[in-house]
């Protein structure tokens, strides 16, 4: 069988920087070596590619310390021209110029802005170069969280209301306030992993809420609380066309984080802390729900995935309310760290995380 030379970006410019360092060194770790070759690219913080590291330990979180890319590393370019189209050579040092690999498949591992909002992908769909994941329009619609409920509420899929605060809007008029209530989400309407987001239950709060949202996007949404269980669907595509949903989970999120004293119950939500830090997280694969909804919520999964026209893979996250479904947001590229949701909930449907990898890639291969 000939073999397939992978590349695995991760790092970047995001807020999200560690968590994709984190994601890659599982991804590193898991691909099947007797197929793939596996070359890894870190993008530092400041956008400088490196020649990674296949040192997955150093991709790993130590006492509570989220790993970075490391800028010391030699540095690399992709080639994204017709004629050395996937070369990834040496750009510096005694080096400079020399092929260092010629790479079949990008797998971009990583999170955020200029990673997972269609930036990497029109990269690298302007070089030809085959990637795994979402293209550019999907990815795009996933990172922003309005547009990602402006194209799922169009294909009739259940969501939850919004104000998108525009640059030079400071605050909600007094109508929209009335009409979302109390206790509030105020995001930055493209972030991950939590960072920049507020949950507000006292007025007076909102405007720092607004301001602590802004420092990571000029644009911010505030939402209204959805009362709900946390439940996620992982959705695959395979190389054939086929797209599946897995089993889906529900996280519980215990009733308070670290940083926060003295904020009694119902002011706890999945933060960074949560999310990465406390290993205080427990989930129920599957999902402790009735037979009917669990089949619900795949198909609904399906539809999202199908609705901001992805392929490869997402990660479709619900509130599961007294009133059905919600969904909150689509993951185009979902945590893939060891104790990330979307590979252990394909893992509970019966593709295990080699599997799932080389599903990945070969519906990359199988797309271009
Ligand atoms: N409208 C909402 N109602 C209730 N909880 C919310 C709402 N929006 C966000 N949350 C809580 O905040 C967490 C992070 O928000 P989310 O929109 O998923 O941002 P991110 O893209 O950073 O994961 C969610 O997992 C949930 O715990
Ligand atoms: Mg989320």
Request: aromatic share 6%; net charge negative; glycine share 10%.
């Amino acid at each position: 069988m000939n073999r397939t030379t992978v590349a695995v970006l991760y790092g970047g410019r995001s807020t999200e920087h560690s968590v994709s360092c984190v994601s890659a060194g599982a991804v590193i770790s898991h691909l099947d070596r007797s197929r793939y070759d596996v070359i890894p690219v870190g993008i530092t913080s400041t956008g400088t590619w490196t020649l990674g590291t296949d040192d997955v330990s150093t991709l790993q979180i130590v006492d509570r310390e989220m790993p970075v890319v490391d800028a010391g590393r030699p540095q690399v370019a992709l080639g994204l021209s017709t004629e050395d189209r996937g070369v990834l050579r040496y750009v510096d040092g005694d080096r400079a110029g020399e092929e260092i690999a010629r790479i079949d498949v990008v797998f971009p591992v990583m999170h955020g802005t200029f990673a997972e909002d269609g930036t990497i992908q029109g990269l690298l769909e302007l070089s030809g170069l085959p990637y795994v994941g979402p293209g550019v329009f999907a990815s795009a619609a996933g990172m922003d969280k309005e547009f990602t409920k402006v194209v799922l509420g169009a294909a009739g899929l259940p969501i939850g209301q919004q104000v998108v605060l525009r640059p030079g809007t400071e605050k909600l008029t007094k109508a929209e306030q009335d009409d979302l209530g109390m206790p509030l989400f105020v995001k930055p309407a493209r972030g991950g992993s939590s960072i920049g987001i507020s949950k507000v239950s006292r007025p007076e709060d909102l405007d720092a809420a607004i301001a602590e949202a802004r420092r990571f996007d000029p644009k911010v949404i505030v939402e209204a609380a959805i009362i709900g269980r946390e439940v996620e669907c992982g959705v695959l595509e395979y190389s054939d066309g086929r797209v599946e949903a897995s089993l889906p989970a529900e996280l519980h999120i215990p009733g308070e984080t670290t940083d926060r004293e003295g904020e009694s119950e119902g002011d706890s939500f999945y933060d960074f802390n949560t999310k990465y830090l406390d290993d205080v997280t427990t989930f129920d694969l599957p999902a402790k729900l009735p037979e009917n909804e669990i089949e619900q919520l795949r198909e609904l999964a399906v539809r999202a995935f199908r609705a901001i026209d992805a392929t490869g893979l997402t990660r479709v996250d619900f509130f599961v309310t007294a009133d059905g479904p919600v969904i909150n947001e689509v993951n185009t590229m979902p945590g893939f760290t060891p104790i990330s949701m979307y590979p252990q909930m394909w893992a509970a449907t019966g593709v295990d995380y080699p599997t799932l990898l080389s599903v990945l890639v070969q519906t990359a291969l199988a797309r271009a």
